[in-house]
C-alpha cells in the first residue's frame, strides 16, 4: 500500500512547483505524490524549502510556478475544497495565550464549522490523546513548549483533515512526547489520512516516516521508503543523507571547529 499509486488518486500534489524570491528560487519545480494513508518525511537541511513548499501545498503562500492539489483540488483555483481537506501544525504555532485548551478546541471547532456536539466529543478524545486532559481549564499561555505543540496538534486534527501538515513538529519535545505524537500520527494515517512532515532530523524521518523525500536547495534530490534509499549505497540514512546533500553541515562542522 505504501507508495503504491494503483488505483488510489494522491491526497497531495506538487507539480513543477516553485517559488522564486528575486533572483533566488527558493522551490524549483517539486513534484510530489502523497497517498492516503502515508506517512511522509520531508527531509532536508535548513534552508532546503520545506517550510516554503508546505505553504505553498496548503495556499498559504501563492508559488511562482507549478501547481499543487489537494484531494484532487487546485488549491489556488478551488481553495475553499482543498482548504476544507487540511490541517496544519506550523513550526511556529500561534497559540491564543488567553484561552484555556478547552476554549481553543471549541475556538477551532467554530473555525471549521464541525457541529458541536460532534467537536465535543472529538475534542474530549484529542485532550485524552495527548495527555492534556487534566490541564485542559488552564489557559494556554501558561503551558510549556511541548504542552503547546501538543495542543497545537489537537487543534489542528478536531476536523479530521485528510492531509495533515506538520512543520518541524518534534522540536523541543522529550521522547516520551516525540513517542506520543509518533503514535498519534499513525494513528492518523490508518484512518487513510495523508501525513506530510518537514524535518531537518535524519533520526525523526527514521523512526516516523514510510517514505521519504530528500530536499536540497529548492530540489527533491531522493524519494522512496527507507530501504529503497539504502538500497542505493550502504549505510544509514544519515550517511546517505550527507552524502546527497553534499556533506555540508560535516563540512561546515569540521570548518568551523578548526
Ligand atoms: N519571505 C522570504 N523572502 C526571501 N527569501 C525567503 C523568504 N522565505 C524563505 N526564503 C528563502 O528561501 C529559502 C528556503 O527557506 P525555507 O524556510 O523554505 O527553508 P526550510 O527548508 O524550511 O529551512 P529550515 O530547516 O531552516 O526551517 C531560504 O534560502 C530562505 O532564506
Ligand atoms: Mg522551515
Redo the contacts with the bound molecule.
Sequence with gaps: MIGDNGGTAPMIEAGELQKQ??D?P??AGINLAVYPGEIVGFL??????????IKMLIGLLRPSAGVARIGGFDIQRRPLQAKALIGYVP?QPYLPEKLTAYEFLQFMAGLYRVEPAAAAQRGEELLRLFNLTERADELLGGYSHGMRQKAALAGALLHNPRAFFLD?PTVGLDPRSARLIKDILRGVADRGTSVFM?T?ILEIAERMCDRVFI?DK?RIIAAGTLEELRAGGAGSLEDIFLELTGGAEEAAIAEALS
Excluded: C, Q
Design positions: 524570491y528575486g533566488t527558493a522551490v532536508g537541511p535548513n534552508g532546503a524549502g520545506k517550510t516554503t513548499t513550526d518541524e518537514s531537518h530536499i529548492g
